[in-house]
């Protein structure tokens, strides 16, 4: 039987993609719709999908089949309040998926790693030039979230955020990709929140206070303050002691790693709850702590489960949440108290993050129960309401066969 070229192009393709381990080298482009499913946020509290034609894919873009994508704080803000005017905005920055389609030019991700039709990506919302700025500093060049996928003006690709079917991650704007195909789907759905810890934990480690045997508080156990425990817990920290008013969320920090939990509802009075974390801890005060709410209150109470000499670490504040009362010398002078702010990653915390969920899934930490729930794509206003309920942990927007 004679066989033309293509015909033999497409057994060897369907022969290879069969064989395990060699990642399908089919080109999927065939398959890839003439249309994208858009999850986009059209008003305020309105979060619809929306179909547009497949964009091209320039030399330097990739197309990417998405996986699944968590909902931010700052989906929820948007999604309420649209700070950085964008509506109509394709929504979705915790997203991953698998490239579909490549440009000719592109060889590497943003560290260099090898890519190839089949891997699976993230993007990243700080740019490539410095390894070690954060959003701080882009803030300053950037207002909102420009290059951010997510969060980028609709224009006449609209495949713009990952709460879609396709997302195109283009060359030419500044933001970065990383090839993250040894990471589970949870797993690399979590990256963004986690690397948020990653950056507070750099930042404690400045203070020199924190230490393998460190007794730790970490105040908050909503999804930051939870995976807060999980990297301390990584790292070799054993003594943490969680502060909340859940129980069911306190219950879930001792499987990440706490080894004890004070309930602030069942202690009146900041001297007697100071008091309930004093013996969680044996009769000590903490030597370090992590300020995990968006509460005032909480960052005023924080203060008084540190020993002298301690050290602290305020994360809770992504947004402004108002102020707080202290007394500057009980708490921070006459303590001697070491303090860091943390805000958002760098590059470097990001990649770092990679290893850090790996390390975590080795020791057994039972992190993909962080996303407590997944909906389809078609069924992301409902996702949104559950996130915006305060009722879950991390609430993930997934591919329709996945959720
Ligand atoms: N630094 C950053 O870059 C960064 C990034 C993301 C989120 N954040 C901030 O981190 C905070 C936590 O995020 P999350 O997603 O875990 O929020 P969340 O609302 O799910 O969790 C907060 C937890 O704090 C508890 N809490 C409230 N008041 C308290 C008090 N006085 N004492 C003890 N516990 C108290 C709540 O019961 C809740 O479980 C948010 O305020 C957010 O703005 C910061
Ligand atoms: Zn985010």
Redesign the pocket.
Not at 219 to 227: A, F, S, T, V, Y
């Given at each position: 039987m004679e066989m033309n070229a293509s015909q033999i192009e497409e057994i060897v393709k369907q022969v290879l993609s069969n064989v395990s381990g060699i990642p399908s080298v089919s080109s999927p482009s065939a398959e890839i719709p003439q249309t994208v499913k858009v999850g986009m946020l059209t008003e305020l509290g309105k979060m619809e999908v929306k179909e547009f034609p497949m964009p091209q894919v320039g030399d330097d873009d990739l197309l990417v089949r998405v996986e699944g994508c968590g909902i931010?704080?700052?989906d929820s803000h948007e999604y309420k309040r649209d700070p950085f005017s964008l509506i109509p905005v394709a929504l979705g920055h915790e997203g991953t998926g698998e490239i579909v389609k490549m440009g000719k030019n592109v060889k590497t991700d943003s560290a260099g790693k090898p890519v190839k039709v089949g891997d699976k990506i993230v993007t990243c919302m700080i740019f490539k030039d410095d390894p070690d700025i954060t959003?701080f500093d882009l803030n300053k060049k950037n207002v909102g979230g420009a290059d951010v996928y997510g969060l980028l003006p609709d224009d006449e690709v609209h495949a713009n955020g990952w709460f879609s079917d396709y997302i195109l991650v283009r060359g030419g704007l500044g933001s970065t990709f990383f090839n993250v195909s040894d990471l589970d789907l949870d797993s690399r759905i979590l990256i963004e929140?986690c690397a948020?810890l990653i950056?507070?934990v750099e930042r404690a480690k400045t203070t020199g206070i924190l230490r393998f045997n460190s007794r730790v508080v970490v105040?908050?156990?909503?999804?930051?303050?939870?995976?807060c425990v999980a990297v301390l817990k990584t790292m070799g920290i054993q003594n943490i002691v969680t502060?909340?008013?859940?129980e069911q969320?306190m219950e879930f920090s001792h499987r990440l790693g706490a080894s004890g939990h004070v309930n602030?509802t069942q202690h009146d009075g900041i001297e007697n709850l100071a008091n309930a974390v004093k013996e969680a801890f044996g009769g000590h005060l903490a030597d370090f702590a992590f300020q995990?709410?968006?509460?005032p209150?909480?960052h005023a109470?924080?203060y008084k489960f540190i020993r002298n000499g301690g050290g602290l670490c305020?994360?809770?504040?992504?947004?402004n949440?108002g102020d707080a009362t202290i007394n500057p010398h009980f708490d921070i002078c006459s303590k001697e108290i070491t303090e860091v702010?943390?805000?958002?990653?760098t590059l470097r915390d990001y990649v770092t993050t990679f290893d850090f969920l790996k390390s975590a899934k080795a020791i057994g930490l039972p992190m993909k129960e962080l996303i407590t729930d997944k909906y389809p794509l078609s069924r992301i206003d409902e996702a949104f309401k559950k996130a915006a309920s305060?009722t879950g942990?991390?609430i993930a927007v997934m591919r329709e066969d996945l959720a």
């Open positions: 931010c704080g700052t959003m929140p948020v950056h507070a105040q908050g156990c909503g999804p930051i303050g939870l995976i502060v909340d008013g859940n969320r602030f995990c709410t968006g509460s209150a909480g109470n924080v305020e994360l809770g504040f992504f947004i949440g702010g943390s805000w958002v990653y305060m942990l991390k």
